[in-house]
């Protein structure tokens, strides 16, 4: 996992799911568009916020191209999908051993920044294995059941260029 904030705000996340991929299910590529549902399958998930504020992003990138954003108010309250100007751009490549995903999103678009210094992210990835069963890996998990927008599972922290 790779996370860079690049200028001119541009947030980008790099995926590496190192897997036997003949034992995952893989979406197929298609051409990429807003779709609901992504972490029902194999899907990299990124959860956004700036580090004093209670509202985050949820930002969802499928292998198929396929993509979700959301806004909260605070945990779990006030959900919107996010409208942008402009799709994430994604780009996946397989290899043997597993695929890699690169994503790439203006933080203008996801988070109103306001004075804000610094973000802090929660990072995550649900795996769908060739038996329909799902595995949820995280930078770091919450107590309890997988919980993903957990404000525990905020672990990371960047700062703002």
Do not use: Q
Request: glycine residues 8%.
């Amino acid at each position: 996992m790779h996370v860079l904030i690049e200028e001119p705000g541009i947030l980008r996340l790099v995926y590496a799911l190192d897997a036997d991929l003949s034992r995952v299910r893989v979406p197929s590529s298609r051409a990429g568009s807003r779709t609901d549902g992504l972490w029902r399958h194999t899907c990299f998930e990124a959860f956004v916020a700036p580090a004093d504020a209670p509202g985050y992003c949820e930002l969802n990138f499928s292998p198929s191209l396929d993509w979700a954003i959301y806004r909260f108010a605070a945990y779990r309250e006030g959900m919107l999908s996010a409208d942008l100007t402009r799709a994430p751009e994604i780009s996946v490549r397989r290899a043997d051993g597993g695929l890699e995903l690169d994503s790439a999103v203006r933080l203008h678009e996801l988070l109103a920044l306001g004075s804000a210094r610094r973000l802090r992210l929660a990072l995550a990835g649900v795996v769908e294995e060739d038996n329909g069963r799902l595995s949820y890996w995280a930078l770091r998990h919450a107590p309890g059941k997988p919980d993903f927008h957990h404000p525990e599972g905020f672990a990371l922290e960047l700062a703002l260029p």
